[in-house]
């Protein structure tokens, strides 16, 4: 088997892991967004809740709630796909990830900043989506960049749950011929979907950089 | 500039999403004409309460569950088709039956738990029949027959089972060779150590590159990466002990079990069943 044939191959896999780093993405920074506030907030029941949310998902392997997940539903009668379980336990896990980063960010901002905004009659929602947003967001941009970079990676862990993924493809493929070669094929394409989201954070990053302190 | 970016996103998105979700590999095209003897069958167990029949021809589908990067019984080809001896036997069954067979692939470690959940109706992929997995799921009669072998560098001075003392033998992880070597109490103590692979390709590659000495696995997995390497391997004479693969149902699914070993029986009269087989090994293998 030629090498373009392994690449070719390996192409069946893509679609099932871009499409689960896009909609983790999509998904989980928002959520992440939101959750942060229930962190910072005064609700101290909901806080509660939400800490025990964030031990047990930064707590435990994200390959185990992949499979109980998958498994944990459908044995409980709830039947569900393989690819939209191990999309929700992507969000859930990096949601609680997303949501610790904007927390920092958001606790970086002088308390200062919020007297000066409210002794100029700003409201608290302008004071947020005009002063506080848009600084918080240029904080935790390598952060968060580093977490995009990982979710990429992370996504070989559906292969658990047999979803065909790039891994998942590559590993039979390497079943087949016997032959670790499909296995660094997939390594290259792993390398190329990460350089290519590295040059996009680098891009955003540029572009936030005005007004710089 | 922004907004070429965004519709390249959107488009990768959409893309992605469509592919994605593509439902998984299924076994024929159009729903087939459901064969009425098995069509009775199922009727009557339902009226003894057992529906799994009914179900299927209703449906008209069964679901197989294997493993896709188990060859020869059960793999990809490279265009990313399944096939195998167990693939073709599985969809030349449901054709007997007027049904279609719907291949899923799962994960081998988790194949009791996808049969017990309803993600699958069957397993079937070079299943061993074992006490352990008799008690979990409803075993079928052995459909063929296989034994366990070990498998040793063209090269080396490894002629029996006894030349094993001493040396380092890898096995797949949870495959019937470590079974093999753990129920043979004299070889297990003999060998100087066992090493555990996720799978045999690795362990054959830790075989060639000399860091262990010989490696225990299925004899129709044994020929398929022995005719990829021929001069590299020979196989032992003495085999580690013999062995059967069935097909695993859920205890409560007794009619389907009947009707896919009938199916079977009426394929063996009928010649497919040998066609298939001498296609895959050479020769007539199947027990049924």
């Known amino acids: ?213 | 500039m922004k907004k070429v970016l965004l519709i390249a996103l959107v488009s990768i998105l959409a893309v992605s999403v469509f592919v994605g979700c593509a439902p998984a590999a299924s076994g024929g095209d159009n729903a087939p004409a459901a064969n009425e003897e098995f069509v009775k069958m199922g009727e009557e167990a339902a009226k003894n309460g057992d529906d799994s029949l009914k179900n299927v021809m209703d449906k008209g589908e069964f679901i197989v569950g294997l493993d896709d990067s188990f060859p020869p019984m059960g793999f990809r080809d490279e265009d990313g088709n399944l096939t195998g001896f167990d693939i073709e036997l599985a969809k030349a069954v449901a054709e007997h039956m007027g049904v279609n067979a719907n291949l899923q692939a799962i994960d081998w470690k988790a194949k009791e738990l996808e049969l017990e959940s309803g993600n699958i109706d069957m397993i079937w992929n070079g299943y061993t029949i074992t006490p352990e997995r008799q008690e979990q799921v409803l075993m079928s009669e052995p459909y063929m027959e296989n034994m366990q072998v070990v498998v040793v560098p063209a090269d080396s001075s490894i002629k029996t089972l006894a030349d094993l003392a001493g040396k380092k033998v890898a096995v797949q992880d949870g495959s019937s060779a470590q079974e093999a070597i753990a129920d043979n109490a004299e070889l297990a103590a003999s060998i100087g150590e066992q090493i555990d692979f996720k799978d045999n390709v690795t362990a054959l590659m830790d075989v060639s590159s000399g860091q262990t000495d010989a490696l225990a696995v299925d004899l129709v997995v044994a020929n398929y990466y022995l005719a990829k390497d021929p001069d590299k391997y020979v196989i032992l004479e003495e085999t580690l002990s013999p062995e059967q693969y069935g097909i695993g149902f859920r205890k409560s699914d007794q009619a389907l079990h009947d009707a896919i070993m009938q199916a079977l029986s009426e394929m063996k009269e009928d010649g497919t069943a040998a066609e298939l087989s001498e296609k895959w090994f050479g020769k007539d293998v199947t027990t049924f």
């Open chain 1, 1 to 213: 088997m030629n090498i373009l044939g392994t690449f070719a191959e390996l192409a069946q896999g893509l679609g099932v892991t871009l499409a689960l780093f896009a909609l983790t993405l999509v998904c989980s920074i928002p959520l992440g967004f939101l959750g942060s506030h229930v962190s910072l907030g005064k609700n101290k029941p909901a806080k509660f809740i939400y800490n025990i949310y964030l031990v047990v998902m930064r707590g435990t392997p994200l390959i185990l709630q992949v499979l109980f997940m998958y498994f944990g539903l459908n044995l409980a009668g709830i039947h569900i796909g393989r690819f939209e379980s191990a999309l929700l336990s992507f969000v859930l896990n990096y949601t609680a990830y997303f949501s610790e980063i904007f927390r920092g960010g958001i606790q970086s901002i002088n308390r200062g900043q919020y007297e000066a905004a409210s002794v100029l009659g700003l409201s608290k929602g302008l004071t947020m989506r005009k002063i506080v947003i848009p600084q918080v967001f240029k904080i935790v941009l390598p952060s968060l960049g580093n977490e995009v970079i990982n979710l990429v990676k992370d996504t070989a862990l559906v292969s658990i749950i047999a979803l065909g993924d790039l891994l998942k493809i590559a590993y039979s493929a390497s079943m087949r011929e016997a032959n670790i070669m499909p296995l660094v094929a997939a390594a290259v394409f792993y390398l190329a979907i990460n350089a290519v989201v590295s040059l996009v954070l680098k891009k955003i990053e540029k572009r936030m950089n005005y007004y710089r302190i």
